[in-house]
């Protein structure tokens, strides 16, 4: 494999003392799992959180060899990890599509729809700005791998998949979240792993801070 691509940092795990395997997706070769050399160093560790986008240099010399990747910074999502709120919508989108994905399958739609999620997270001043575009990008996972049909709604009770099928139309942040406890079991049942457990809490988590933001929306309303 030899590639030199923008891509997605979406996990990172260690491996030995200073090392770590990341996981990026990438448009032209989907989802790539590779070695950093010094990835926990005080270097490379900024470069490896889930959400920034790098320049990626991946090399292995056989098929079946693990990649080397050199990564080059492009944008950092940094300041947002300290933002509640900000960063468990990053840690939710980051986890699912390293989740859900198979390795080294282009899905050109999933890279730019994360990648354009991801800028709104970091750039609208309220989730209100973004939270449209998390449903529109579960759905459109749950399409590209093949679970947008009526027979995955009617598996869970939902009758009529068309609701998840398209774009869903959303009018405010409540609406949203309940689009999202819709689509919350479609996407632990096809996208995510039963023994995957923590990464559904990371998704409860962010649901659970958008719910107390629309809670105080309403409080602030009815005063």
Known sequence: MQLRAPAIVV?????????????????????????????????????????????????????????FARLELTASRGPWLSEPLPAAAIAWTCALTATALPERQAYPAVHAALAGLLDAICSAPSARGWVEGLVAYETLLLREMGYGGDEAGNADGAGDANWYRGRPAIADLASGLEILARLERPVARYLIAETRADVMAARRQLCERLARMDGQSDSRGES
């Open 11 to 67: 996990a990172s795990r260690p491996q030995g003392e200073t090392a770590v395997i990341a996981r990026m997706l990438t448009a032209e070769a989907g989802l790539v799992a590779a070695y950093v050399a010094g990835g926990r160093g005080r270097l490379l560790r900024p470069v490896v959180m889930p959400g920034n986008l790098v320049m990626a240099d991946i090399r292995s010399k056989s098929e079946g060899q693990l990649p």
